[in-house]
């Protein structure tokens, strides 16, 4: 082993993760805009070219930028897997990704061949250098942790998802190329199992243990679920890509897949909330309403996605709001309140503890970055919001137009609190 | 098997348990326990340390011949917390609650990425390259419990 390459302090910069963390309320904001502007008609085709630019607005640009952001983060601090020039690299993937995923919400909302041809030019740079960097840093990684190979599965998830999600625009952008619509549930199904699932599963392996005190996950179950899921999606998607060369009696196939995904999950989410349940820290606070949410909706979005696939295919979007809204973006947005007033303090003490004349207790704690009033608010919005998109589909198109003034509202704040948090910070350096 | 690793990540689990009793009786506002936890938790983390510096860090740098690697790190690391220790035990004995648990927050996630380095990465090393001299390294964490009396 080579000790030299460890200094398990290889914390980036603070604007290196901040950058994606201030990004991503801003592209749910506008993908809300977006919805705003089709109107309710957009619910009832769910493969418009509209719904794509929408669920790419969330998907790449709250979803995958946050997870980026943190990856920078995380990965040199727990794996002792460090990201070669993080800073520089940064600036340049979120430059490129930022517009890439831009351009191309564009492209699908206006469709125009030209914006989708310019966004892949400029995504495939971004998530190269992502992901060419991040794999480098996870095949050095030092840590053998469950946590870290989870990683490695999402990453891994995140390369096929993009291949994929690149092949298909190119197929919507370019005429010499067929658009190869039989690639899009394994591009749907890398994305959300092997990249979003995968990573919030590797995260949770870390977390929740540590910042709710409870007990550990059981190493069986840390050994085997992410290897699982990728096992499974790899011989699903051999299965899908042979069953359309030679024709296979594929239903019972395709459904004994959806049952292994379902119960991996399923265990995941119940499981979880069960160790939170029991957590030794019991005082609450926002970022365990959020995970409770999120593992909550997680169970729900299976149940009905179940029941969708027996009896009634048009509450898919139900399916991916509980999904996509509930289970990640919830999960996510209660990690945001962890992580930036953490970062925010610890730059702020390397920095000023030593050196400052008012000292340390000049340095403002966790809380007083981003009070825990304040984020529980955001909280109620984030919950108001999600019920409302639920009776938008399950009872009436009626409170269409409240849900999204609602989604608005809660990124907007969001937005502010990671904002003020931001100015704390420039605010104390500059008092100094 | 027990080893370095297994005994010194049960001594993180139980200073986190010291952390959260002492945490949920500042918050009941029970000042008179919260007092008596958190002068439990703080003796207890501060010991672990002194463990760790003067014993497994030092064993460490010699089976390897570095001194400015992942201990120097761990030292600094305990450098900072000490710190905020000190500054969480004048928030519990002026009985200042909101004081108390924005530092106690902001410990627990510095003390939780901290151990988790060491429990990932660090304490496997010094299994590796101080075997032979496992038991006796071991037995320093309990040897000395009046180190603990220190608060
Ligand atoms: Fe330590
Ligand atoms: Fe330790």
Redesign the interface.
Same mark, same amino acid.
């Given at each position: /082993?080579n000790?030299?390459q *460890?200094? *398990?302090?290889q914390a980036p910069d603070i604007s290196t993760p901040l950058r994606f963390f201030l990004s991503a309320p801003l592209f749910a904001f506008l993908a809300f805009c977006l919805l705003m502007y089709q109107g309710p008609e957009i619910l009832s085709n769910r493969w418009s070219p509209q719904t794509l630019a929408f669920t790419h607005l969330v998907t790449l640009g709250f979803i995958t930028m946050s997870m980026v952001g943190a990856l920078f983060q995380l990965l040199p601090? *727990?794996a002792?897997a460090s990201i070669p020039r993080s800073s520089q690299l940064s600036l340049v993937t979120h430059l490129l990704f930022s517009c890439g995923v831009l351009l191309l919400a564009a492209g699908f909302a206006f469709e125009q061949a030209t914006l989708l041809k310019l966004s892949i030019i400029v995504l495939i740079p971004g998530l190269l250098i992502f992901l060419l960097a991040t794999s480098y840093a996870l095949i050095n990684a &030092?840590?053998?942790?469950a946590s870290i190979n989870s990683m490695r599965i999402a990453i891994f998830s995140l390369w096929i998802t993009a291949t994929l999600g690149l092949l298909l625009a190119s197929g919507h952008a370019l005429d010499a190329i067929p658009l190869l619509r039989q690639f899009t549930p394994l591009h749907i199904g890398w994305g959300t199992l092997g990249w979003i699932s995968v990573m919030i599963i590797s995260v949770a392996y &870390?977390v929740v243990p /540590?910042?709710q005190?409870t007990f550990s996950y059981p190493k069986l179950m840390t050994r085997l679920l992410s290897p699982s899921i990728l096992i499974a999606l790899i011989l699903w998607s051999a299965y899908r890509y042979t069953s359309t060369q030679v024709s296979i009696p594929g239903e019972a196939i395709d459904l004994g897949f959806f049952f292994l995904f379902f119960c991996i999950m399923l265990s995941f989410a119940l499981f979880t909330l069960k160790l939170e349940a029991q957590r030794?820290?019991?005082?609450a606070?926002t970022t365990l309403y959020f995970w409770m949410t999120g593992l909550s909706c997680l169970g729900f979005s299976l149940v009905v996605l179940l029941y969708a696939e027996f009896f009634d295919q048009e509450l898919s979007i139900l399916v991916g709001i509980l999904f996509f809204f509930g289970f990640a973006i919830s999960i996510i947005n209660g990690m945001l309140y962890?992580i930036i007033p953490?970062l925010v303090? *610890?730059h702020l003490?390397r920095k000023l503890?030593f050196s400052s004349p008012r000292g340390?207790?000049g340095i403002p704690? /966790?809380?007083?970055v981003i009070n825990n009033r304040q984020s529980m608010r955001q909280y109620w919005l984030h919950l108001l919001a999600l019920v409302l998109s639920i009776a938008t589909i399950t009872i009436s198109t009626k409170f269409f137009y409240m849900a999204i003034l609602v989604w608005l509202a809660n990124y907007a704040l969001l937005f502010i609190h990671i904002f003020r948090a931001i100015l704390t910070y420039r605010h104390c350096l500059g008092t100094k | 098997m027990d080893s370095i690793s297994h005994l010194m990540t049960d001594d993180h689990r139980r200073c986190?348990?010291l $952390? %959260?009793e002492a945490?949920?009786q500042v %918050?009941n506002k029970n000042w008179e326990l919260a007092g008596k936890n958190a002068h439990a938790f703080n003796a207890a983390i501060l010991h672990h340390f002194q463990h760790e510096e003067s014993t497994l860090f030092p064993a460490f740098e010699k089976a390897?011949g @570095?001194q400015g690697?992942?201990t120097h790190? @761990?030292r600094?690391?305990h450098e900072?917390m000490r710190?905020l220790l000190a500054?969480l035990m004048d928030a519990i004995d002026a009985q200042n609650q909101?004081?108390y648990?924005? +530092?106690s927050?902001?410990l +627990?996630? $510095?003390m939780?990425?901290h151990? @988790?380095?060491e429990e990932?990465?660090?304490y496997p @090393?010094i299994d590796?390259e101080c075997a032979e001299d496992s038991e006796q390294l071991m037995a320093g964490l309990h040897s000395t419990p009046e180190n603990s009396n220190a608060a």
């Open positions: /082993m000790y030299n *460890l200094s *398990l302090e601090v *727990l002792g &030092q840590s053998s942790h &870390q /540590m910042f005190i030794k820290k019991r005082l606070d962890k953490f303090w *610890l003490h503890a340390r207790s704690t /966790m809380n007083e | 986190d348990h $952390f %959260a945490e949920q %918050a390897t @570095m690697g992942p790190m @761990m600094h690391e900072q710190q500054e909101d004081r648990l924005g +530092l927050e902001t +627990l996630i $510095f939780q990425q151990n @988790m380095k990932q990465i660090l @090393m590796q």
